[in-house]
């Protein structure tokens, strides 16, 4: 195992808990408590008269933790979801107006061990596939998030131009994906560059899709609360352009990747056959590629909508009238211009791609397909 080799698989281990270690250094609302379920006092069911429902209700005996909670068990009305014995969860104090007495409510359930369950299974999956291209991957993958959590967030929430930010996050996001995972080689380069001109091409027309339609960027409640919380200082239809930019940096990797891939592939094994003709080969497979993941795209944004579209369903209005409102919106905006922006990326790498390796002996075409470091 090389020195690079020991420093990717440090950093990949320790990797998880720098970054909990961050988050949990922040600065943490003192009204909310993270407390254990002592005992479960009664349950059964609530009557909501003013929503025409019945959910379940539960009073509980929790134990606050931490070191500013009140070393006293306390009674927790929960009409959330149903909890047991020695179950973690977050509980919120409030003080009554009227009588000045501290109350306490249920507000979350703890997720964090299943979380960390689910996502070293996430990493074991992939490492032991993806050996270490899977682990460069995962390095990959949490230096992304690192940089959208601690310089997109923090820069669109001081009130930084949302869609130059996002680009310039995205040309970040971009080059360490593409060049850490796959190497510097000619084909990394064609691929950065080609999926860059795609994300510039996805930002434009998402300008002009969002300018189009009219949207707002207040389609959800948290972008009301955060307009609330900001003073009505943030521009809200430049955060969903950033919001379209971002969320198709991934697919675009992809995309570029494998264009690049096959045109590399079909260059070492050209024969006589023409740059002309290999440049055509290689697009009728992007062709396949895109068609499969235009698909994904349109399924991954209808899944995260499904419970919007069966609102829709059981609206007393009719569908034309439903989608134009801003909340469906902004999904089909979010969906075409993405799909257009991965459709454009095909013919752009496969181009660039020709261009870099034309001359490429097909010895040094394998080696770049091995993302050799040196």
Known sequence: MSTMQRAI?????????????VVEAQEIDPTIFEAVVVRVIEEGKQELPQLGMTVDSQTLEVKLLGETA????????????????????????????????????LIE???????????GLFAAVIIGFGGWQGVRSLVSLA????????????????????????IGIAF????????????????????????????????????????????????????????????????????????????????????????????????????????RDIFWRAIKVGREHVAALVNTLVLAYTGAALPLLLWVSTASTNFALEANREIFAV???????????????????????????RKTPPEELEKMGGHHHH
Request: contains cysteine; negative net charge; glycine residues 10%.
């Open 172 to 275: 970040l996001i971009m080059f360490g994906a593409v060049f850490f995972t796959h190497g510097f080689t000619k084909k990394s380069l064609a691929a950065f560059l080609g999926s860059m001109i795609a994300i510039v091409i996805t930002g434009a027309l998402a300008w002009l899709a969002v300018s189009a339609t009219m949207l707002t960027g207040f389609g959800s409640d948290e972008s009301v609360f955060l307009n609330v919380n900001t003073g009505g200082t943030l521009d809200f239809s430049g955060l969903l352009l950033g919001a379209i930019i971002i969320g198709v940096l991934g697919v675009l990797d992809d995309i570029a990747i494998t264009q690049v891939a096959v045109v590399g592939e079909l260059l070492a094994l050209r024969g006589t056959q023409s740059l």
């Open 9 to 21: 698989l440090i950093l990949t281990i320790l990797a998880p808990f720098l970054f909990w270690g």
């Open 331 to 357: 999904e089909i905006v979010r969906t075409l211009v993405g799909s257009i922006g991965l459709i454009m990326c095909v013919p752009i790498t496969t181009a660039l791609a020709m261009y870099l390796l």
């Open 143 to 166: 230096a992304s998030l690192f940089i959208i959590l601690y310089l997109l967030v923090p820069s669109l929430a001081s009130g930084a131009p949302p869609i130059l930010t996002s």
């Open 109 to 119: 359930v703890k997720r964090t061990g299943a979380l960390w369950w689910l996502f």
């Open 70 to 105: 009140p070393d006293e068990l306390i009674k927790v009305e929960n009409d959330y979801i149903p909890v047991a014995e020695g179950q973690r969860v977050f509980v919120r104090a409030s003080t009554n107006n009227f009588t000045e007495e501290i109350q306490y409510g």
